[in-house]
């Protein structure tokens, strides 16, 4: 038999040894499942309680999860705030929650929140007696850091309950509502929430006696409890086959039943190690893959692999090297409290790996061993700050330098840029100068000067009331650096500040230091026009669209076009290949901007972004933008069938309907469609813009605003072919000419 097979003998290991911890008084019952490859096994066992009477476990019992909350909701919903934009992982959560100050907190991250890394104590005091969220987010702000951030794992309620007040404010929504919203419906999971309605009641399992009663349907952690049953850490309740729909979605990276939840990308994320590597434990975000707290990994379940307990008897393994998970629930503290389940979810863990037989789980720990997404080994792939910090700031050495970064100027790791570069003894870090959207990536709007927080340097803007460095802000420095994450869009106004940085820099008689990084939609992809005509911020130099360079490639070029005197080095690349996208690399994806949240929307942006400056909304105000594009005067399905009916490779087309919280038509329903990367190594994105801007003109002349399409495009013949309604391809041949000059003429400064 071929497929996915899961052994019968195995399976009835499990059962008895299940049924054995049951006369054994460790557990009143339980209910098991496991899948692998879609085989699964799905069963219920003993009793759902024991009093007042004895009622029998069955396949849909509603469980207390206890601290799978941690994961399965506040996890979840800090990873859609993070994937949508509206919070920076290596932020200071005092940025988000201003009351959380003083002793040192400052420091603390999001990142350490998540990962238990924070330094704050376990849980919250119980005594003198508390009740409310008010009361409980007060005690989690006044607690003292016991270690500096990042350096020491010490699980926390704490980091827990912070991070569900956080996703409150940041959201405008109440917690239990938002995780709800955007994940547990999305998913079909109906059985899953917190506060379960006095109709299910019947089909909850109990816990234990509190305060004189019996908890059965109310949330059996003390803090939570006092909390009113919600909260970051503990009081979600849920069921056994819901988190089986839950488990699926993380292994089919974010989509379950064509619904997709998360991004790829961030379930890779949040499910590699993420603490610090100084906190010497092995955590995803939220996720535990291996520390005291991973026995239920068992002896076969390799490395990389990750999952959670809940103190009430839960627990959830998931395994995506071999495509398997198990789930275990039960109420262990039914009716004394006396219950334990750790040694038997130790035993389950190895019996459900066994119980797989198409899998050879030796040779799966070496390919899980040589993850780099699941150790703290270095990528192969390196950027150039890596470069620059593994030699030591050599080639900085004594020097006076302003930096122009934001957020995305980080290590492989995670380690911000200006903070090493701050700390280091090699460079005296002057100033820093800031791009379009903010030292930190979140604004939509003009940069104004200021002050780093964490450093106390000024912070020059180069997106306000000017885009160049002024004289006197470059007075007594040796030489400027350059280390942002550009996406290989030619109007992606990173690599114009740089370009206006380097005039200032060879004016100034200043060295220029490029920190070269990878080109996230590859490095061997060139396609579109060429900028025709005057140049600007949004035009910077006459390349294509999709130009397939670094940054260190094209200050080459620049220099040598521009004519600049001007000593440029550059930190190079590690191990990087043209052919590669960021997700072959290894290194993590970070949000360039705060409407540009994943690879797909990079990809697709140099196609989908030119038309954004016409009336169309290009999804700016919602989840997914550059995914979506519509107008109130747009008919949806058949501008998707049309641009189906051209075969496009690599992309599909569906009517969808959307309402922009912000930016263009804001409130306004817009008809239009959601564009499917099916195949992205063979897309061609640009023609497909230039293809929806023909029919756009041709349907809806007086609505669409042709005339400011050259606004980005930048080909005025290209423009005309739209007018005359020429299609995409014929299109293409203005520009195919041009870019066969252009991989000519950019040979000699392509570095790798």
């Known amino acids: 038999m071929g497929g ?35 085989a699964s096994y799905f069963k219920a066992y003993g009793l759902k309680s024991e009093v007042p009477e004895e009622t029998p476990m069955t396949r849909d019992t509603i469980f207390d999860m ?82 500096e951030p990042g350096t020491n794992y010490r699980y ?69 409890n006092q909390m009113g049953g919600v909260a970051g850490h503990a009081g979600l309740f849920s069921t056994s086959l819901d988190l089986a729909r839950f488990a699926k979605m993380l292994l089919n990276e974010g989509e379950l039943n064509e619904v997709r939840v998360f991004q790829p990308e961030t379930v890779r994320l949040m499910t590699r190690t993420a603490a610090p590597k100084e906190s010497g434990v092995n955590r995803g975000l939220g996720w535990d893959i291996d520390s005291a707290y991973s026995s239920l990994r068992g002896p076969h379940f390799p490395v990389g692999s990750f999952g959670h307990t809940g103190w009430t008897g839960g627990c959830l393994w998931v395994d995506p090297f071999s495509d398997t998970f198990y789930i275990f629930l039960s109420s262990r503290v039914h009716p004394d409290g006396k219950g334990n389940v750790v040694p038997l979810r130790k035993i389950l863990g190895k019996l459900a790996a066994e119980a797989v037989v198409d899998v050879d789980w030796e040779a ?15 990528p192969e792939v390196l950027n150039g700050i890596d470069t620059l ?85 470059l007075e007594g420095l040796d030489a400027l650096v350059f280390d942002i994450q550009d996406i290989g869009c030619r109007f992606y106004t990173y690599i114009s500040t740089m370009g206006n940085c380097m005039q200032a820099a060879s004016q100034a008689g200043l060295k220029f230091f490029v920190l070269d990084r990878v080109n996230p939609i590859r490095g061997d992809r060139v396609d579109g026009p060429l900028l025709e005509g005057v140049t600007d911020f949004v035009g910077y130099h006459p390349i294509p669209i999709q130009h397939g360079m670094t940054v260190g490639e094209l200050a080459k070029l620049m220099l040598d076009e521009k004519g600049w005197e001007l000593d440029l080095q550059i930190v190079p690349v590690q191990g990087w290949k043209r052919s590669m996208w ?32 016409t009336n169309l909304s290009v999804g700016r105000g919602t989840d997914t933008p550059f995914e979506i594009l519509g107008a109130p005067y747009i008919n949806g399905i058949a501008l998707a069938n049309e641009l189906n009916s051209y075969h496009f490779p690599g992309i599909k087309f569906l009517p969808t309907r959307f309402t922009p919280n912000s930016s263009k038509f804001k409130g306004e329903i817009c008809e239009g469609m959601q564009i499917l990367l099916t195949d992205r190594d063979i897309s061609s994105v ?25 606004r980005l495009l930048k080909k005025p013949s290209v423009i005309e072919g739209v007018k005359a309604g020429k299609s995409g391809s014929e299109l293409r041949n203005i520009w195919t000419q041009e870019v066969e000059s252009f991989l000519n003429r950019r040979a000699e400064f392509l570095i790798y």
């Open 364 to 378: 799966l720990k070496v390919i899980a061993a040589n993850s780099s997404e699941n150790n703290w080994e270095k």
């Open 156 to 224: 926390s309620d704490i980091n827990f309950i912070l991070l569900g007040e956080l996703i409150e404010r940041v959201s405008g929504i109440p917690f239990e509502d938002f995780v709800s919203e955007q994940i547990f419906q999305p998913l079909g999971m109906r059985d899953t929430g917190f506060l379960p309605p006095s109709e299910k009641m019947d089909r909850i399992a109990p816990t234990e006696y509190w305060r004189g009663r019996m908890l059965h349907g109310e949330v059996h952690d003390p803090s939570a």
């Open 66 to 147: 206890a601290s799978l909350t941690k994961v399965v909701a506040t996890t979840s919903a800090v990873m859609k705030l993070i994937e949508k934009g509206h919070l920076e992982l290596d932020g200071p959560v005092s940025e988000y929650l201003a009351d959380f100050s003083g002793g040192g907190k400052e420091k603390v991250t999001i990142r350490h929140l998540m990962t238990h890394t924070s330094g704050l104590k376990p849980i919250l005091p119980r005594t003198p007696f508390w009740t409310g969220q008010d009361a409980a987010y007060q005690l989690c702000v006044s607690q003292e850091l016991t270690a």
């Open 582 to 613: 960021l997700d072959d690399t290894g290194l993590p994806w970070v949000n360039p901007s705060p409407n540009m949240r994943n690879l797909t929307q990079a990809t697709l942006y140099p196609g989908i972004g030119i038309l954004e400056t």
């Open 4 to 38: 996915p097979q899961l052994d019968p003998e195995k399976l009835r290991e499990i059962d008895l040894t299940i049924e054995n911890a049951i006369a054994e008084g460790s557990v009143p019952g339980g209910v098991f499942y496991m899948e692998h490859g879609g």
């Open 389 to 473: 910090v593994s030699s030591g700031f050599a080639p900085l050495k004594g020097m006076k330098v302003g930096l122009i970064t934001n957020h995305t100027g980080r290590t492989w790791s995670g380690q911000s840029g200006i903070d090493l570069f701050h700390e280091s003894k090699e460079v005296d870090l002057v100033a820093l100068f800031s791009p379009e959207h903010g030292i930190r990536g979140e604004l939509d709007s003009k940069v104004s000067d200021g002050q780093d927080e964490k450093t106390g340097l000024p912070i020059y803007s180069l997106y306000g009331e000017t885009r160049i460095p002024k004289p006197e802000q």
């Open 686 to 710: 640009i023609e497909v813009g230039v293809t929806i801007g023909m029919i756009l003109n041709r349907d809806y002349p007086d609505e669409f605003g042709v005339a400011k399409f050259n």
